[in-house]
Nanobody, 127 residues
Framework: RLELVESGGGSVQSGGSLRLSCAAS????????MAWFRQSPGKEREGVAA????????NYASSVRGRFIISEDMSKNTGYLQMNSLKPEDTAIYYC????????????????????WGQGTQVTVSS
């Protein structure tokens, strides 16, 4: 079982940057994937970036590719989402998600694949 806690959200102007963190605790010593999702009012939750342990392959939504970078530091049991060139349409609550014990050639961006979720952190981008 995993517990995930996000931090690093806030308010920034268009073009700015933020780095979100996702601290994991519990049974962290297993094969896993982690992802970042976001949800804004009236919209469905959207997967924006994902990675899996044991591979360097990452997966990004087309809306953030080239601007966001997902990474993790296994020594700290922490995942990150570096968000650059932020736009007002990036405004949302961002959630960290995790799964364990499965291997994917391409880290999934579908929320049905993940069974551990953080509480979310608000990101607001003003124009």
């Amino acid at each position: 079982r995993l517990e995930l806690v996000e931090s690093g959200g806030g308010s920034v102007q268009s073009g700015g940057s933020l780095r979100l963190s996702c601290a994991a605790s519990g049974d962290t010593d297993t094969t896993h994937c982690m992802a970042w999702f976001r949800q804004s009012p009236g919209k469905e939750r959207e997967g924006v970036a994902a990675l899996c342990s044991g591979t360097t392959v990452t997966n990004y939504a087309s809306s953030v590719r080239g601007r966001f970078i997902i990474s993790e530091d296994m020594s700290k049991n922490t995942g990150y989402l570096q968000m650059n060139s932020l736009k007002p349409e990036d405004t949302a609550i961002y959630y960290c998600a995790g799964m364990q014990g499965r291997y994917f050639v391409r880290p999934p961006l579908s929320n049905i694949e993940y069974n551990y979720w953080g509480q979310g952190t608000q990101v607001t981008v003003s124009s």
